[in-house]
């Protein structure tokens, strides 16, 4: 009984432990920005890696979202011979919701796991430490600029995504089951408010985004320097990216569209 | 003629872990000569040299590098110290996204402003230095063992250090890449008067180009010195280290329970 309150304990303490020295990497990296000829191209770079080749992943998974959403809702509209409204619907769900968490989701997959096993990587061939004893600074060199690239791509993914998932619905809603073409853009202009709606849903991944490029430069920074540290540290970057963008989600809608 | 240290320690006590793993270190590294830092595996030799570079913060006892003390330096003063250090690491670390020129070209194009012909000349005498002046577009996949701690070598000296580390150069290494490092260790150190730090567990190498060595063992210096001198060493445990004797103080088994009782022979309870 006593060694499961002092486990309990442990477990406690390890995992306060690890949100400090989380924060205070991230106060390292975010206040350690370096001068701005030298970061900015670091930043372009990484902005490429993992912003633009995560491009093809999202507006695939953004047309196919988008095109279910279609068939789904044409099934559930026509019931009630609402079929029209089949564009708001479409649009409401990808700005709010879809675009933000479903792109969150494979950034987490696509470009964290890649990004935490780099910096994991560059640990465990002792990249960081030499870089370190020739008197530069990773977290400014290679920390800094991964993190601000995630942060400032995801948005701009997310918005890609809603306008994919849009065309894609349209698709199928208007060119295959034959939605009058009018009332799904009309509906949809009529219903979707700029502020409430796409700035929420921007606000959204915004914090996705932050999050889940820290949780990957944290867990590559902070592996275990061997093959078995660097996989763990992958897998924790999907699991705890996911689990965080799903918790936030209710957390931000709650706040945003709870109207209490 | 005592020379002047470079690097000082003084009752160094570092633990990790739980794990004590320097107890009390004291040592002087001269200046312009090469020091070798001897061991068995596992007593922390890296550790060391992460120490000195500030890597690693000491549980208490001084460093002291170039006069500056390490350990309570602010971080920036740390990183314009390290300009003027050189560490080779064990797996030469080099950047695997850059090429052999950019590798080189790195800490200059970092902490200089020079333009872009003077590095050029730079990074090619460096690279003439190590005898890789023609493998300057490789990428370091491309390199053998040998050839990529020689890249790392002209990389930790690209900007002209005071002191440079090398962290088990010589460790599987075949005779031929062996020899041209020794030949490199000691040319370097005679033509830019450098201090050299060599940690290292191959002794007769070692030795055979380092000024000065001590050997550590069990958290302490336990032997230091000129080369002769230590060969003429008086301790059991320094002599065990040089002629690689399997027993002797340091033990060929690993501490253990009592044999009789794990093998579960009568008589063996304790």
Same mark, same amino acid.
């Given at each position: 009984?006593?060694?499961?309150?002092? +486990?309990?304990?442990?477990?406690?303490?390890?995992?306060? +432990?690890?949100?400090?020295?989380?924060?205070?990497?991230?106060?390292?990296?975010?206040?350690?920005?370096?001068?701005?000829?030298?970061?900015?191209?670091? *930043?372009?770079?990484?902005?490429?890696?993992?912003?633009?080749?995560?491009?093809?992943?999202?507006?695939?998974?953004? *047309?196919?979202?988008?095109?279910?959403?279609?068939?789904?809702?044409?099934?559930?509209?026509?019931?009630?011979?609402?079929?029209?409204?089949?564009?708001?619907?479409?649009?409401?769900?990808?700005?709010?919701?879809?675009?933000?968490?479903?792109?969150?989701?494979?950034?987490?997959?696509?470009?964290?796991?890649?990004?935490?096993? !780099?910096?994991?990587?560059?640990?465990?061939? !002792?990249?960081?430490?030499?870089?370190?004893?020739?008197?530069?600074?990773?977290?400014?060199?290679?920390?800094?600029?991964?993190?601000?690239?995630?942060? *400032?791509?995801?948005?701009?993914?997310?918005?890609?995504?809603?306008?994919?998932?849009? *065309?894609?619905?349209?698709?199928?809603?208007? !060119?295959?089951?034959?939605?009058? !073409?009018?009332?799904?853009?009309? =509906?949809?202009?009529?219903?979707?408010?700029?502020?409430?709606?796409?700035? =929420?849903?921007?606000?959204?991944?915004?914090?996705?985004?932050?999050?889940?490029?820290?949780?990957?430069?944290?867990?590559?920074?902070?592996?275990?320097?061997?093959?078995?540290?660097?996989?763990?540290?992958?897998?924790?970057?999907?699991?705890?990216?996911?689990? +965080?963008?799903?918790?936030?989600?209710?957390?931000?809608?709650?706040?945003?569209?709870?109207?209490? | 003629?005592?020379?002047?240290?470079?690097?000082?320690?003084?009752?160094?006590?570092?633990?990790?872990?739980?794990?004590?793993?320097?107890?009390?270190?004291?040592?002087?590294?001269?200046?312009?000569?090469?020091?070798?830092?001897?061991?068995?595996?596992?007593?922390?030799?890296?550790?060391?040299?992460?120490?000195?570079?500030?890597?690693?913060?000491? #549980?208490?006892?001084?460093?002291?590098?170039?006069?500056?003390?390490? $350990?309570?330096?602010?971080?920036?003063?740390?990183?314009?110290?390290?300009?003027?250090?050189?560490?080779?690491?064990?797996?030469?670390?080099?950047?695997?996204?850059?090429?052999?020129?950019?590798?080189?070209?790195?800490?200059?194009?970092?902490?200089?402003?020079?333009?872009?012909?003077?590095?050029?000349?730079?990074?090619?005498?460096?690279?003439?230095?190590?005898?890789?002046?023609?493998?300057?577009?490789?990428? $370091?996949?491309?390199?053998?063992?040998?050839?990529?701690?020689?890249?790392?070598?002209?990389?930790?000296?690209?900007?002209?250090?005071?002191?440079?580390?090398?962290?088990?150069?010589?460790?599987?290494?075949? $005779?031929?890449?062996?020899?041209?490092?020794?030949?490199?260790?000691?040319?370097?150190?005679?033509?830019?008067?450098?201090?050299?730090?060599?940690?290292?567990?191959?002794?007769?190498?070692?030795?055979?180009?380092?000024?000065?060595?001590?050997?550590?063992?069990?958290?302490?210096?336990?032997?230091?010195?000129?080369?002769?001198?230590?060969?003429?060493?008086?301790?059991?445990?320094?002599?065990?280290?040089?002629?690689?004797?399997?027993?002797?103080?340091?033990?060929?088994?690993?501490?253990?329970? #009592?044999?009789?009782?794990?093998?579960?022979?009568?008589?063996?309870?304790?």
């Amino acid at each position: 009984m006593m060694n499961q309150i002092a +486990a309990l304990g442990r477990i406690g303490i390890e995992t306060v +432990a690890s949100f400090g020295r989380a924060s205070q990497f991230l106060a390292g990296v975010v206040f350690g920005v370096p001068r701005p000829s030298v970061g900015f191209p670091l *930043l372009i770079r990484q902005l490429y890696a993992v912003g633009v080749l995560s491009l093809a992943i999202v507006v695939v998974s953004g *047309l196919f979202i988008g095109m279910v959403l279609g068939l789904q809702g044409y099934t559930i509209l026509s019931d009630f011979g609402s079929e029209a409204a089949i564009g708001q619907m479409i649009a409401l769900t990808l700005v709010r919701e879809l675009a933000p968490v479903v792109t969150a989701l494979l950034f987490a997959g696509r470009a964290g796991s890649a990004l935490t096993a !780099e910096i994991g990587l560059m640990k465990a061939t !002792e990249q960081l430490s030499s870089m370190e004893m020739m008197g530069v600074d990773p977290l400014r060199r290679v920390i800094a600029p991964r993190l601000w690239a995630g942060f *400032l791509a995801m948005p701009v993914l997310a918005m890609i995504f809603s306008v994919v998932g849009v *065309l894609g619905g349209m698709l199928v809603g208007v !060119e295959w089951l034959g939605v009058f !073409e009018g009332s799904y853009w009309g =509906n949809m202009q009529a219903s979707v408010d700029f502020v409430d709606d796409v700035v =929420n849903g921007i606000i959204k991944s915004v914090v996705f985004g932050f999050v889940c490029a820290w949780i990957a430069v944290y867990q590559g920074y902070d592996c275990v320097p061997t093959s078995a540290g660097i996989s763990s540290a992958t897998t924790k970057t999907v699991v705890y990216s996911s689990l +965080a963008v799903l918790g936030l989600d209710f957390v931000l809608t709650a706040v945003m569209f709870g109207n209490f | 003629m005592e020379p002047s240290a470079y690097i000082t320690l003084k009752n160094v006590v570092f633990s990790r872990s739980g794990r004590r793993i320097f107890d009390g270190v004291t040592l002087d590294i001269p200046k312009g000569k090469i020091t070798a830092i001897m061991g068995p595996s596992g007593t922390g030799k890296t550790t060391l040299l992460r120490l000195i570079g500030g890597q690693l913060r000491p #549980d208490s006892g001084q460093i002291q590098v170039a006069g500056l003390e390490v $350990p309570k330096l602010k971080r920036r003063d740390l990183y314009r110290l390290r300009e003027k250090m050189g560490m080779l690491f064990q797996s030469g670390a080099l950047f695997t996204d850059l090429s052999v020129y950019e590798n080189v070209a790195f800490p200059l194009r970092v902490h200089t402003a020079l333009p872009e012909d003077m590095i050029r000349d730079i990074v090619l005498m460096k690279l003439e230095a190590v005898g890789l002046r023609g493998a300057r577009d490789l990428m $370091p996949s491309e390199l053998s063992g040998g050839m990529t701690r020689r890249v790392a070598l002209a990389r930790s000296i690209a900007l002209d250090p005071e002191l440079i580390m090398y962290d088990e150069p010589f460790t599987g290494q075949d $005779p031929i890449a062996m020899g041209v490092l020794v030949k490199l260790i000691r040319d370097l150190n005679s033509s830019m008067g450098l201090t050299s730090v060599l940690v290292s567990h191959d002794v007769p190498e070692s030795l055979s180009i380092c000024h000065y060595a001590c050997i550590i063992a069990d958290g302490k210096v336990i032997g230091e010195g000129t080369p002769e001198q230590l060969r003429e060493h008086p301790s059991e445990q320094v002599q065990q280290f040089l002629n690689g004797e399997p027993d002797g103080p340091v033990p060929f088994h690993y501490p253990s329970g #009592d044999a009789a009782s794990d093998f579960g022979v009568a008589g063996g309870t304790v």
